[in-house]
């Protein structure tokens, strides 16, 4: 635990101007961010006595080891700044909002020729319009089959598209009159794209000018005697006004506005979000948090406010927005919101009438929701807390493991052998900090001596890491490691997650090379690293020789304060180094269980890595070794000859007349056929016959 005056800033060193600010810990990890209107007197208040201080900012302090600070000229900026950073370090010390389900929202995808309406779930999409989010995927399901005989707007997917345009039918949809059939040509592109601008405007709450219009097409049918015109018309306003009852009205004067209510307590708070476009609630959404840090409703409802609205632009932000407390900085927050929108958004506190009527309702759903999270988690909490006591008594751990690192190797018949690391904390799947291992050091199936290889490549990251931020003890050598010298490999370590940098290392040994970090003279920027926390207690699937393995590593490189363990499949028995039998869990243990738990998720990993190295291997061609030749130009070859195998027979010049493949690019293709073995002729097993290669596959 750190002392906070270790790190105090010196007097007149914090500038009095606005700001934003992180505390860092001791392997240079961001916890915590927060920004200021005068950094001075914000950051004063963390390094007073600790006694006065909240227990959650007390644990914060002393858990950071640094603090530093960017000043901005607004307060408008330092929210900016504060959302971004909060976003990219994930700071455990912060709230952060996390769903506890991924909604679906009814989305119209104008970015494309034929705009489709379909569920969508997940992160938004540029040129998308979302409309939502709704509970459950069958509400948008229900609604879009009552507003498709009005606005028949395409739903089918890019596959079902393409067939119809093939064969001149459309499908069943474009015959029971609920699609427009653009893919065999009933309407033009421009006709179907104003059916779903107008889908998309009476779904934005624009409903009774168009129901009005329709209700007078309807009566000038009747006028002119064409009833059939008549009753289709009016069949299409009671489809719209059903779909229109799904969402009551609540709010008459057509406001459009999202309803925010907060219910907390010490430990926990929850959200809920009503969003009402044109007087109607269009969907509702909650978050659910732990307070790790002392905050009130109106830091809460701020922080909701950011995680609402950081990635959102346009129409996505409401006019207005009605909270039960307004943030600190109200006036910043409006003007961010304001920016976000591009026009004025009323962020205020409703007072009276039909608003603080329906904000008391969201209210009530914000407490029933954190009533049925505690429910749900008290359990849980008490089971895993359970399972980690267990294991530790097990093994004899001075304390709960609470990093879990399991590790397990994949292959088919000694090829692509392959290896997964996966971290559970606090009884809980880290997937952000899951790690994949190709085994290059040697060829073919040894999973002790694949373990030991793995194991070692993990920890040395670690020591490679404590030694480039200066956390190894001054005077103690680094241990050697095995390997002769070699050149420097890719590195076979791959993250769960995209987007993740690797950090820098030193001179490196044969292994160390495999791993090579890419970027050597990279600043410490807080963001999660590869490798560079310590677990309590490895995993291991398998028995006692893997269990060793895993072991001698770790004494190579002089680390003596990581336990292992081995989990058999076998009879679930626990293997420890250097013990002769195993300890037996009870088959009811909770420990046992979560054992289980992080040793089948290795499992999973692995065999996915597995597969789809051996899936690429077996679709490979000799295509791909041709540099700068990539997938639309291998493409282009495929189709202008037919087949790899006329391809393979054709000459430069005869290469060279395909569009956009020039001569030296030919020459590449004909020598990398040359330096590949020609496959083995398929063979009719019944007549002898040798079967020609004249498939249009793209691979050989």
Not at 135 to 149: C, F, N, P, Q, S
Not at 414 to 437: I, T
Request: negative net charge; charged residues 30%.
């Amino acid at each position: 635990m750190a002392d906070p005056s270790s790190y105090r800033p010196k007097p007149g060193q914090i500038p009095d101007s606005p700001g934003v600010y992180r505390f860092r810990d001791d392997h240079r990890r961001v916890i915590y961010v927060g920004k200021a209107k005068s950094l001075r007197q914000r950051l004063a208040n963390y390094f007073q006595d600790l006694a006065g201080l909240h227990p959650r900012t007390r644990t914060m302090v002393t858990t950071a080891a640094s603090v530093e600070w960017t000043v901005v000229s607004t307060e408008v900026e330092a929210l900016q700044l504060e959302y971004s950073w909060i976003k990219e370090y994930d700071p455990r010390f912060n709230v952060k909002y996390r769903d506890d389900k991924s909604y679906p929202f009814l989305a119209v995808t104008l970015n494309e020729e034929f705009p489709r309406v379909q569920v969508m779930r997940g992160a938004k999409k540029k040129g998308v319009r979302y409309f939502g989010p709704y509970g459950h995927a069958w509400a948008i399901r229900e609604t879009v089959d009552l507003m498709l005989r009005v606005f028949p707007v395409r739903t089918c997917s890019a596959g079902v598209f393409k067939n119809a345009e093939r064969t001149g039918r459309p499908c069943l949809l474009g015959y029971i009159g609920k699609c427009s059939a653009p893919c065999v040509g009933r309407v033009t592109p421009e006709e179907h794209r104003e059916l779903a601008e107008e889908f998309c405007d009476f779904m934005a709450g624009r409903t009774g000018t168009y129901i009005r219009r329709l209700e007078q097409r309807m009566t000038d049918a009747a006028e002119e005697m064409e009833y059939e015109k008549a009753a289709r018309l009016r069949d299409d306003i009671g489809a719209l006004r059903r779909a229109m009852e799904k969402n009551a009205v609540v709010l008459a004067d057509a406001t459009d506005a999202d309803l925010i209510a907060v219910a907390e307590d010490e430990l926990e708070a929850a959200v809920q979000i009503f969003h009402v476009r044109g007087g109607r609630v269009r969907g509702q959404r909650g978050w659910v948090t732990d307070k790790v840090e002392a905050v009130e409703t109106a830091g809460l409802v701020e922080h909701a406010l950011q995680q609402l609205y950081g990635e959102e632009r346009g129409d996505a932000v409401p006019k207005e927005v009605l909270v039960p407390a307004l943030p600190e900085d109200a006036e910043a927050v409006g003007q961010w919101l304001s920016e976000r929108r591009g026009s004025h958004v009323s962020l205020r506190i409703p007072q009276r009438g039909d608003k603080k009527d329906l904000m008391a309702t969201v209210g009530r759903n914000a407490q029933q929701s954190l009533v049925l999270h505690k429910t749900k988690r008290a359990s849980d909490l008490t089971t895993r807390s359970r399972a980690l006591e267990e294991i530790a008594e097990a093994l004899g751990l001075d304390s709960a493991p609470l990093r879990i690192e399991c590790f397990d190797i994949s292959h088919l018949q000694g090829d692509d052998v392959v290896a997964s690391m996966v971290v559970f904390e606090d009884g809980l799947a880290r997937k952000g900090e899951y790690r994949r291992f190709q085994i290059k050091t040697f060829e073919g199936q040894d999973d002790v001596r694949s373990m030991h290889e793995v194991i070692g490549r993990r920890f040395r990251r670690y020591l490679q890491e404590k030694e480039r931020t200066g956390e190894w003890p001054e005077g103690q050598d680094r241990p050697e490691e095995p390997g002769e010298p070699g050149e420097p490999g890719e590195s076979s370590a791959e993250p769960a997650e995209p987007g993740e940098s690797p950090a820098g290392g030193g001179p490196l040994d044969r292994l160390e090379q495999l791993d090579r970090l890419e970027q050597p003279g990279r600043e410490d920027d807080g963001r999660p690293k590869r490798f560079a926390y310590p677990p309590q207690l490895v995993v291991v699937d398998g028995g006692q020789p893997q269990v060793a393995a895993a072991k001698r590593a770790l004494d190579e490189l002089g680390i003596d304060d990581v336990a292992v363990c081995g989990l058999a499949k076998r009879l679930e028995e626990v293997w420890v180094p250097d013990e002769s039998d195993p300890v037996v869990l009870p088959r009811s243990s909770e420990g046992l269980y979560l054992l289980q738990r992080v040793r089948d998720e290795a499992h999973r990993f692995a065999i996915t890595y597995q597969r789809a190295k051996r899936a690429k291997r077996v679709r490979s061609s000799p295509l791909d070794d041709v540099p700068g030749l990539g997938e639309s130009r291998k493409q282009s070859l495929i189709k202008h000859f037919g087949s790899v195998k006329k391809l393979r027979q054709a000459t430069i010049d005869q290469i060279c007349e395909v569009p956009g493949v020039g001569r030296k690019t030919a020459e590449s293709v004909v020598v990398a056929f040359a330096k590949a073995a020609p496959a083995a002729p398929a063979v009719n097993t019944a007549t002898g016959e040798i079967m020609e290669d004249n498939g249009g596959s793209t691979h050989d």
